[in-house]
C-alpha cells in the first residue's frame, strides 16, 4: 500500500543525512516523500536542540500538526505524527506530557527502528517512546543508501562516520542528546562509499558532531583516525572531492593535518569552530583549546596547505566575557581571516553549566558585539568572494538554479556558483571563469567546449 511521508528537518547537516536514513528505511513500508504535511499519512519532525527556545518553536509545530491530524481524523484518515532527534531526546516523557496526541517520539540513535515503533503505535493505538542511545545498532540496521527522490540526490553526499561527544562545553547540549562519541567501523564507511559512487556521488563530507575525534576499527585490529580514514576514502574510484565537519581544534592531529598536504581530493576548506578568542571564556567554556593553540593549528595547516581558507562558529557574549575577551576575539578573527562564519548572541540552554551562572552578559551589550563582529566577518567573506572573480574556479556542479538553463555548483571553498549551462553537465565539474561576487555567492560563465568541460 502506498503511503505519503513528510519530514520536516531542523538544524544541522548531520540532521539531514539522518532525514534521509529515515526515508531509506521507512521505504519498504510503502512511504513515499511528500512536499506538505496535509499530504501526509506521516509526519516526522526530526528536530535540533542548537537553537535558542528549540523545544517551545516545537511545541508550536506540534499545534499546528495537531489540527491537520484531526482534520485527517474527522475524514476517517489517520496520520501518524512523530518527533525525532536531539529535542525529542532532551524532552523525551515531557513531550507525551506536554504534546500527548504525537504518536511517536524517538532520539537520535533509535530511527533504525521505525518499522518496529509504527507496528507497536497501529497495535496498541498508543505513544512510542524510544530515546535510548545504542549508536551502533543504529548503523548496523539501517539499509543501504537509495537512489532517486527517496535517497540521495546529486553529485554531492554526506556520509556519517561518527556520532556523539564526549567534551561537555558548557553551553552544549549534544553530548546529553547524542549520548557519548562514538565511530563506526572504517570498513563500513568504505562499503558506503562505493555505493555513493555508484549512485553517482564524486563528493563525499565526513560527517560527525566531533568528527575528527573519529577512531573507528581500522585493519588489523588498529584503530583509525581521521587522516587514515580520508586516505583510504580518497582510494575509492571515482571519488573526486572529500570535506569533513564539524571539528574540533584539539582534535586535529598531525596525521591529518599532513592528509591536507597530500590528498588531492580533501578540499583545501576546513570548518574549524574557535568559539572565542579569549583563554579566559574558553576556559569557562570547557574548551580544550587556547586561542594561540588554534592559531598554531592554522599556521600548520597553512604550512602543509597554502591555499586553505576556514570557516567557524563564534559565541558572542558568554557568561563573564568581558570587553577586553571581546576585544581578543576580534583580534584573532582579523589574524586568522575567514570567509565564512557562524556567529551567535550567547543564549542558556536548560540543563547545561553555563546556563546556571549567574555572570550573564547584558543583553544590548551582546547585541552590540555581535553587531561589531558579524561586521568584520562579513567583511572577510567578499572579500574572498571578490578576490576569486577573474580566475577560473573548479565547480562541482549538483542542482539545478532557479532560472531555466542555470545550473549551481560549489567551488572547492563551498562558496555557490550560478552559471548557465546545459543540464547534461549536473554531476560534472566544470572550470568557469568567474564574473561577479556577493555576499554569499559567485556567479561565471562557461565557455562550453570539451577544453572547458575539465575534470578536477
Ligand atoms: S565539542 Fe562541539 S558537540 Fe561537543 S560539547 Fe563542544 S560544542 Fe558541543
Not at 558568554?318 to 582579523?334: A, H, I, Q, R
Amino acid at each position: 500500500m502506498f503511503k505519503k511521508l513528510y519530514i520536516k528537518t531542523y538544524g544541522c547537516q548531520m540532521n539531514v543525512y539522518d532525514s534521509d536514513r529515515m526515508k531509506d528505511v521507512l521505504k519498504p513500508l510503502g512511504y513515499s516523500p511528500c512536499d506538505s504535511p496535509e499530504d501526509a499519512d506521516m509526519v516526522i519532525l526530526n528536530t535540533c536542540h542548537i537553537r535558542e527556545k528549540a523545544a517551545e518553536k516545537v511545541y508550536s509545530e506540534l499545534g499546528r500538526l495537531n489540527k491537520i491530524k484531526n482534520n485527517k481524523i474527522g475524514q476517517g484518515l489517520e496520520m501518524i505524527l512523530a518527533v525525532a532527534g536531539c529535542v525529542a531526546q532532551a524532552e523525551s516523557e515531557e513531550m507525551l506530557r506536554r504534546a500527548p496526541f504525537v504518536d511517536l517520539v524517538f532520539g537520535p540513535q533509535a530511527y533504525h527502528n521505525l518499522p518496529e515503533m509504527i507496528a507497536r503505535v497501529s497495535r496498541a493505538k498508543g505513544s512510542v517512546l524510544n530515546t535510548d542511545f545504542p549508536t551502533q545498532a543504529k548503523f548496523d540496521y539501517l539499509p543501504e543508501v537509495m537512489v532517486g527522490k527517496e535517497g540521495i540526490e546529486g553529485a554531492s553526499a554526506f556520509l556519517t562516520i561518527q556520532e556523539g561527544c564526549d567534551k561537555f562545553c558548557a553551553f552544549c547540549v549534544v553530548p546529553y542528546t547524542r549520548g557519548a562519541e562514538f565511530s563506526r567501523p572504517a570498513a563500513d564507511i568504505l562499503v558506503e562509499t562505493k555505493r555513493l559512487v555508484d549512485l553517482g556521488v564524486k563528493e563525499v563530507t565526513l560527517l560527525g558532531q566531533n568528527v575528527n575525534s573519529y577512531h573507528g576499527m581500522g585493519t588489523g585490529g588498529i584503530e583509525w583516525g581521521l587522516g587514515r580514514l580520508i586516505r583510504e576514502v580518497a582510494e575509492v574510484d571515482g571519488i573526486e572531492r572529500i570535506r569533513y565537519m564539524t571539528s574540533y581544534p584539539a582534535d586535529m592531529d598531525e596525521e591529518l593535518i599532513s592528509a591536507h598536504g597530500e590528498i588531492e581530493a580533501l578540499m583545501p576548506f576546513l570548518h574549524l569552530p574557535v568559539q572565542s578568542g579569549s583563554d579566559k571564556v574558553l576556559k569557562a567554556m570547557n574548551r580544550r583549546h587556547g586561542a594561540d593553540q588554534y592559531r598554531q593549528i592554522v599556521e600548520r595547516l597553512e604550512k602543509v596547505r597554502s591555499d586553505i581558507a576556514l570557516s567557524s562558529d563564534f559565541i558572542v557574549g558568554f557568561p563573564g566575557e568581558s570587553d577586553t575577551d571581546f576585544e581578543n576575539t576580534m583580534k584573532l578573527v582579523k589574524e586568522v581571516g575567514f570567509i565564512q562564519a557562524y556567529s551567535f548572541k550567547y543564549s542558556p540552554r536548560p540543563g547545561t553549566p553555563a546556563a546556571s551562572l549567574d555572570n550573564q552578559v547584558h543583553e544590548t551589550v551582546k547585541t552590540e558585539r555581535l553587531k561589531i563582529l558579524q561586521h568584520e566577518l562579513n567583511k572577510q567573506q567578499l572579500a574572498f568572494n571578490e578576490s576569486c572573480v577573474g580566475r577560473n574556479m573548479p565547480v562541482l556542479l549538483d542542482r539545478p538554479g532557479r532560472i531555466k538553463g542555470q545550473i549551481v555548483g560549489r567551488t572547492p571553498y563551498m562558496q555557490p556558483v550560478h552559471i548557465s549551462a546545459p543540464e547534461h553537465f549536473l554531476g560534472t565539474i566544470v572550470h568557469p571563469y568567474i564574473e561577479v561576487a556577493k555576499a554569499n555567492s559567485l556567479a561565471g560563465s562557461l565557455q562550453i567546449t570539451e577544453q572547458s568541460k575539465n575534470v578536477a
